[in-house]
């Protein structure tokens, strides 16, 4: 498919601009005219974007309203066209036209979803097929929002890890930079003028400051080259990559929660596909790219591998040397009694809850921590410019 650049009418006669993919100038045609958009001009775009994905907070409710509807009897096309007419993003719109143009056109639910990778994720589709299989459509949507939903819960507390303690730096490294760039030069040249000897501190302070007006500029950029270059050579080497993952996973405090998280994912995934009737090898290929870390994505290939030459499973995620001990104790117990989806449930849910934990607990120390750090800082900064001034102030004659 091409991705076209169009102008449409709307219903309303107003023109509306935007891109959507199709085969041709027809498809691209008719597929406004489901949206409810009337064609005016379209070229296919010289300049190839990157695919932009579907918010999750978007496909959640979507697979949601499909869910109900599939489980009403609705037959799957009937569910997509009300879907499509009654949803009020264009993204979802534009999306699920696309669904019913292959699905008018003999596809399958799962393949048409396949086409749409901005949308529908490997693993969606994976669960799609076996739902198409098993009959059972209605729960492979249900288990796709399902899915989607616990991913998005551990990405918020992903970013809530990392946006207060970003907030508070940039605020501090603010407030730091202004004082030294333009506080600090003013008070210098009254403290010198006074012909009095400055404290020792009084001094690092004002050679901090030369130090920062002088080689600020040039230390910026070097940090800004740096930066580059170790994202140029992270993004040639996947070998490098996973030995910053691996050092990620390391890290004090963090590192134990970021491992946390990501084996939540993964197990809530497997969990899922497996229940769906997936087997053992397809369900932990589909969700390697889950744990979003490359070094617990090696030892999940170097798992499956010892599984394909015939090994247990837990012995084989023992073997790849990278995951914690409750994790084989939990897939010996689910080979055991034979419930390997239960297990893993019960896995990514005391994982999950440990992440929650975790995350409250780190904001809960990082928050007096930095602002300990911020004020004492600043502290530092108003006591070696205030003692110089309080001793001019006292010679003052009264």
């Excluded at 399958?108 to 098993?134: D, H, M, W």
Aim: aromatic letters at 4%; hydrophobic letters at 50%; a positive charge.
């Amino acid at each position: 498919m091409t991705l076209f650049r169009y102008r449409a009418l709307t219903l309303a006669g107003t023109r509306q601009r935007g891109r959507m993919e199709a085969t041709d100038l027809r498809d691209l045609e008719q597929r406004l005219h489901a949206s409810g958009l009337q064609l005016i001009n379209g070229e296919p775009c010289r300049m190839m974007l990157p695919r932009r994905r579907l918010p999750r907070r978007e496909l959640i409710p979507f697979c949601y309203q499909l869910e109900q509807l599939l489980g009403a009897g609705v037959p799957p096309f009937e569910s997509l066209a009300v879907l499509r007419d009654s949803h009020p993003d264009s993204r979802v719109r534009n999306m699920v036209s696309g669904l019913l143009d292959d699905i008018e056109n003999g596809c399958p639910l799962s393949q048409a979803a396949a086409r749409q990778p901005g949308a529908f994720s490997a693993v969606a589709v994976s669960l799609l097929r076996a739902g198409e299989e098993a009959g059972r459509l209605p729960e492979a949507v249900r288990d796709i929002g399902s899915a989607l939903a616990r991913d998005e819960a551990l990405a918020a507390h992903a970013r809530r890890i990392a946006i207060y303690p970003a907030i508070v730096a940039s605020v501090l490294l603010l407030a730091v930079v202004v004082a030294l760039t333009q506080v600090v030069p003013e008070l210098e040249k009254l403290l010198r003028s006074s012909g009095q000897v400055l404290p020792l501190q009084t001094r690092l302070l004002v050679g901090l400051s030369q130090a920062v007006r002088d080689w600020g500029g040039y230390a910026l950029l070097a940090l800004c080259a740096g930066m580059g270059a170790s994202w140029q050579a992270l993004a040639r080497s996947a070998r490098l990559r996973t030995h910053a993952d691996a050092l990620i996973l390391r890290l004090p405090v963090v590192g134990d929660i970021l491992r946390k998280l990501a084996l939540a994912r993964f197990a809530g995934l497997f969990a899922t596909l497996y229940a769906a009737g997936i087997n053992v090898i397809d369900a932990l290929r589909a969700s390697e790219g889950a744990t979003g870390n490359l070094a617990l994505r090696e030892g999940l290939r170097s798992a499956r591998d010892a599984i394909e030459r015939g090994r247990p499973i837990s012995t084989a995620f023992e073997a790849a040397g990278i995951f914690p001990p409750l994790v084989t104790r939990m897939l010996a117990l689910g080979e055991q009694t034979g419930s390997l989806d239960n297990a893993l449930h019960k896995l990514g849910e005391l994982y999950q809850r440990d992440v929650s934990e975790g995350t409250a607990r780190l904001q809960a120390v990082a928050e007096p921590a930095l602002t300990l750090l911020m004020g004492g800082l600043l502290l530092w900064i108003a006591s070696a410019v205030l003692g110089p001034i309080y001793d001019i102030i006292t010679r003052l004659p009264v």
